[in-house]
């Protein structure tokens, strides 16, 4: 099981922020199935039919208020689940990368909320959520190298590795992974019993799917 930290800085900043950590052990990754992918098609054409706005989910306002509150500016770097929402009222196609990420991504527009699947044997010792320096960067998943300063960051022994901004390929999910690190960046307002709900039915989609077993650890 991976352990989190949050780094006290956030909390001062946030009060209420918290995060989940599930590890999952023994998965089998690979080509989602058909299944997944035609409930992912319902989903998003569902989203297109309601004709919201992304001001229209109270988690994405909720979201980009944290940022705002950790010095980042929500408009220039938006949180993955609002891109990913405005992708698909853009009518553009998410398109499929693997079941581990597919089904993250599911999870973040069914939510609202950012999320982020790693690779959990690229990942060295404990996990630190905390807001970056000059010194931490990375590879993003696309293609560009990221300066993370004053970033929400995810950070283990090797340094800085995820954001819910764009996540790094140090240790992006591919058909090799076995254990993965699912981390969920929880509203600051919803209450600690049905974080841990929203957590659990999480985990137990993911296990359906990729099969393996879990552990569920909320940070507060």
């Known amino acids: 099981m991976k352990k989190g930290t949050i780094s006290p800085d956030i909390k001062q900043l946030v009060p209420g922020f918290k995060i989940g ?34 001001s229209d989910w109270p988690y ?33 196609d998410l398109g499929s990368v693997n079941s581990a990420v ?14 982020g699947i790693y690779d959990a ?10 807001l970056g320096t000059a010194e931490d960067e990375y590879e993003g ?21 995820g954001s819910p901004v764009v996540d790094s390929k140090r240790t992006m999910m591919t058909d090799q992974a076995t254990d993965a690190l699912h981390i969920i960046y929880l509203p600051p307002s919803l209450d600690q019993e049905p974080s841990q709900e929203l957590l659990l039915s999480i985990a137990k989609m993911f296990t359906q799917v990729h099969g393996g077993d879990y552990t569920i650890d909320l940070c507060t």
Do not use: W
């Open 102 to 115: 597919d089904v993250n991504n599911f999870f973040s527009l069914r939510h609202a909320l950012p999320l």
């Open 60 to 92: 994405i306002q909720e979201y980009r208020a944290v940022f705002k509150a950790l010095g980042m500016d929500p408009s220039r770097y938006r949180p993955a689940s609002e891109a990913l929402i405005r992708r698909v009222l853009s009518g553009k």
């Open 21 to 54: 950590f599930i590890t999952y052990h023994h998965i089998a990754v690979g080509d989602s199935p058909q299944m997944i992918k035609g409930r992912f098609q319902l989903f998003t054409e569902s989203i297109r039919l309601e004709e919201k706005q992304p």
């Open 141 to 161: 998943l696309n293609g560009r190298l990221m300066n993370m300063e004053g970033k929400l960051i995810s950070c283990d022994e090797q340094g800085a590795f």
């Open 121 to 130: 044997a690229n990942i060295k010792g404990e996990v630190t959520i905390k």
